[in-house]
C-alpha cells in the first residue's frame, strides 16, 4: 500500500513538473509560428485546441458531463465568459512573447497569486493574515518600481496576472475539469476563431495553407496545428498531478513556467534587464518567498494540529469498550 502511494505521489510529481515545464517554454515556441500575427496564432489555438481535446476525450470516452452542464446556463455563461477572458491572457501573452517582452511576460505569472490574493479580498470578502498583507505590500511596491524601470506600467504584465486571476475565480465558480473546461471554452471561442480564419485566408492575409510561391509551407501549417495539442496536453498533464499531490506542492511547482520563461527571455532572447529591473523583479521574489513561508507554516501547522487530535482520540477510551469491562 505504501509503495503504491509512494509509486502515486511520484508520478503526480513528474506530471506537475511536466506541465508547468511545458508551459515554461512555451516562448521557444510561439516565435516558431511567426509571420503569422498573434491574432491569427491565437484563432488557430482557440481552432485545434477543440480538435485536440475533443480526441483526448473521444479515446477516454468523457462524455458524461455534457448533458447534465446543458442544462445549467449559469455555469455555460461563465465558461463563455472564462474563455473570453483566457482569449485575452493568451493573445497579449502570444503578442508579448514575439514582440520581444518575454521577461515582462513571465513577471505577469510572477505576480499573478499576489493578484489572487488581492481578489480575494476584494471579492471573495476573505481576511488575510499578516504574511499575505506583507507579501501584497511588497507586490505593490514591485509594480511602482518596475514602472519607473520600464517608464510606463508593465502593461502587459499587469494584464496576465488580472486576466489569469480573473480566469482562476471563474473558474472556481464552474468547477470543471482541466480537459472538460479546455473544450468548453474552445468550443465557446470556435465559431469566432474560424470566422477570422476564414476571413484572413479570403483577404490574403492568413498563414494557415498557404504553400504558394513557396511561401510559409506545410511545415508552418503542421505547427499551427501542433498549438493546439501543445495547449492540451500540459492541461492533461496538470490535471493527473492535481489528483496525486498536495496543493502546496503544486502551489511551489507553479513558479517554474515564469522561473523558465524569464530565463528564456535574459539567457535566451537577450532581453535587456538594467539594475532597476533586477531590483523590482527582486521586490517580486521577495513577495513571493514571503507567501512560500506562510503557506508551509500554515500546513506544518495544520498538521501539528490533526497529529495532536489523533494522539487524544487514541488516548480516550471507547464508551462501548468500557461500558463492556465495567460490567
Known amino acids: 500500500m505504501a509503495e ?6 511520484r508520478t503526480g510529481l513528474w506530471n506537475g513538473f511536466a506541465a508547468y515545464g511545458i508551459w515554461g517554454l512555451f516562448p521557444l515556441f510561439w516565435p516558431l509560428l511567426e509571420p503569422a500575427g498573434a491574432a491569427d496564432i491565437l484563432a488557430n489555438r482557440m481552432t485545434w485546441s477543440l480538435v485536440a481535446v475533443a480526441l483526448m476525450l473521444l479515446v477516454q470516452r468523457r462524455w458524461a458531463w455534457i448533458r ?5 446556463p449559469r455555469r455555460l455563461a461563465l465558461s463563455a465568459l472564462a474563455a ?26 510572477f505576480i499573478n497569486p499576489l493578484v489572487t490574493i488581492a481578489f480575494g479580498v476584494l471579492v471573495l470578502r476573505e481576511r488575510l493574515r499578516r504574511a499575505q498583507w506583507v507579501a501584497v505590500g511588497i507586490g505593490a511596491a514591485a509594480v511602482a518600481v518596475l514602472s519607473l524601470a520600464y517608464g510606463r506600467l508593465p502593461w502587459i504584465a499587469l494584464t496576465l496576472a488580472l486576466s489569469f486571476a480573473t480566469y482562476g475565480l471563474l473558474k472556481k465558480k464552474i468547477a470543471l475539469g482541466g480537459l472538460e473546461s479546455l473544450a468548453l471554452e474552445s468550443a ?10 476564414v476571413y484572413l485566408a479570403a483577404t ?3 498563414t494557415l495553407g498557404r504553400t504558394v510561391a513557396g511561401e510559409y509551407g506545410w511545415g508552418h501549417s503542421g505547427l499551427l496545428m501542433l498549438s493546439g495539442l501543445i495547449t492540451a496536453v500540459p492541461l492533461m498533464c496538470f490535471g493527473a498531478a492535481a ?22 527571455g535574459v539567457a535566451v532572447f537577450h532581453e535587456s534587464m538594467p539594475p532597476a529591473r533586477w531590483a ?43 461500558a463492556e469491562t465495567a460490567s
Not at 87 to 93: A, E, I, K, L, M
Not at 243 to 257: E, I
Open 4 to 9: 503504491t502511494t509512494g509509486r502515486e505521489a
Open 68 to 72: 447534465p452542464l446543458l442544462a445549467q
Open 84 to 109: 473570453a477572458v483566457i482569449s485575452v491572457n493568451w493573445g497579449v501573452y502570444i503578442w508579448g512573447v514575439n514582440s520581444g517582452h518575454v521577461v515582462e511576460t513571465s513577471l505577469g505569472y
Open 188 to 197: 465557446a471561442m470556435f465559431p469566432f476563431a474560424v470566422a477570422y480564419l
Open 204 to 206: 490574403g492575409q492568413g
Open 243 to 264: 489528483v496525486r499531490v498536495p496543493l502546496t506542492t503544486l502551489g511551489l511547482l507553479q513558479y517554474l513556467a515564469p522561473v523558465f520563461q524569464f530565463l528564456i
Open 280 to 322: 523590482g523583479f527582486a521586490l517580486v521574489w521577495a513577495a513571493l518567498a514571503v507567501l512560500t513561508w506562510d503557506a508551509l507554516r500554515r500546513v506544518r501547522a495544520e498538521r501539528t494540529t490533526a497529529a495532536r487530535r489523533t494522539a487524544v482520540a487514541d488516548t480516550v477510551p471507547d464508551p462501548a469498550v468500557a
